[in-house]
Antibody, heavy 120, light 107 residues
Framework: QVQLQESGPGLVKPSETLSLTCTVSGGSVSSGSYFWSWIRQSPGKGLEWIGFIYYSGSTNYNPSLKSRVTISVDTSKNQFSLRLSSVTAADTAVYHC????????????WGQGTMVTVSS | DIQMTQSPSSVSASVGDRVTITCRASQGISSWLAWYQQKPGKAPKLLIYAASSLQSGVPSRFSGSGSGTDFTLTISSLQPEDFATYYCQQASSFPRTFGQGTKVEIK
């Protein structure tokens, strides 16, 4: 079955750029049926949708983060990635990648999540 | 943004109890609502989509209802593995938003 796995640094310094990758196994990121998403979770803000990308490269971002977010897809590696610039302590969270698929536009498959701490 | 408000924020219940969780949207979202279950240290798991459709593999004791602004998730007979936090999420408009969560605890 389809599985998602996040990878990337667990510690990022303030003002730097957070970079994470999600590797898709058991399925293809090039499938036209799905959108590939990033969602983060912190004690203070709960679950927060960051944005998603279609295999063609079309994106949609949360306006609250749009000026700092880039989501990209690499179909040759079956991966998609998140870059969040100018991070602060408020960006400390568990970052999940997820697939928006199936019915109801819901997120039907999630990665286990990776903790990212912003600290000097 | 559409605000999603869940109630209660926590509920204490016993095995076999019927549990109902409510989610209210700040504006109408038709039936574009999903429910997730999350256990500590794990990713959220999709339970219900389109307000009332049961995700494949999810036990039938879970059910969802509602449309417009008011929705409910019901667990008909609480099982030990159901103690977790539950979230609603609207899929009507961007940005997608989640409720703050309802923790179901052992009484």
């Amino acid at each position: 079955q389809v599985q998602l796995q996040e990878s990337g640094p667990g510690l990022v310094k303030p003002s730097e750029t957070l970079s994470l990758t999600c590797t898709v196994s058991g399925g293809s990121v090039s499938s036209g049926s799905y959108f590939w998403s990033w969602i983060r979770q912190s004690p203070g803000k709960g679950l927060e949708w960051i944005g998603f990308i279609y295999y063609s490269g079309s994106t949609n971002y949360n306006p609250s983060l749009k000026s700092r977010v880039t989501i990209s897809v690499d179909t040759s590696k079956n991966q998609f990635s998140l870059r969040l610039s100018s991070v602060t302590a408020a960006d400390t969270a568990v970052y999940h990648c997820a697939r928006r698929g199936g019915g109801g536009r819901a997120f039907d498959i999630w990665g286990q999540g990776t903790m990212v701490t912003v600290s000097s | 943004d559409i605000q999603m408000t869940q109630s209660p924020s926590s509920v204490s219940a016993s095995v076999g109890d019927r549990v109902t969780i409510t989610c209210r949207a700040s504006q109408g979202i038709s039936s574009w609502l999903a429910w997730y279950q999350q256990k500590p240290g794990k990713a959220p798991k999709l339970l219900i989509y389109a307000a009332s459709s049961l995700q494949s593999g999810v036990p039938s004791r879970f059910s969802g209802s509602g449309s417009g602004t008011d929705f409910t998730l019901t667990i008909s007979s609480l099982q030990p593995e159901d103690f977790a936090t539950y979230y609603c999420q609207q899929a009507s408009s961007f940005p997608r938003t989640f409720g703050q969560g309802t923790k179901v605890e052992i009484k």
